[in-house]
């Protein structure tokens, strides 16, 4: 069984940094495009960034210049590092294959920005 497990979230002030990280276990994702998602409270999840098994990226435009996402497939971890963070980047973050969202989604991190 897939089981994603992220980390690295916290509270911080607007402006600041957080990398946060998503290892998977029980599985070799690297044959497999992953994405970062984020949920707000009492909003539905939302897709962030994905990277493909070759590397491209591809982000929403509130987080492009602004959030990285990469990834270890020696380790089988997927990284977001964000940056200049907004209020409005708070939410849970998770991490999934995609398009599909195959595995059982983790507790994801949550990410709190403060003014």
């Known amino acids: 069984q897939v089981q994603l497990v992220e980390s690295g979230g916290g509270q911080v002030q607007a402006g600041g940094s957080l990398r946060l990280s998503c290892a998977a276990s029980g599985v070799d994702f690297s044959p497999y495009a992953m994405a970062w998602y984020r949920q707000a409270p009492g909003k539905e999840r939302e897709w962030v960034a994905t990277i493909t098994t070759q590397g491209f990226t591809n982000y929403r435009d509130s987080v492009k210049g602004r959030f990285t996402i990469s990834r270890d497939n020696a380790n089988n971890t997927v990284f977001l590092r964000m940056g200049r963070l907004k209020p409005e980047d708070s939410g849970t973050y998770y991490c999934?294959?995609?398009?599909?969202?195959?595995?059982?989604w983790g507790q994801g991190t949550q990410v709190t920005v403060s003014l």
């Open positions: 999934n294959e995609v398009p599909n969202a195959r595995w059982l």
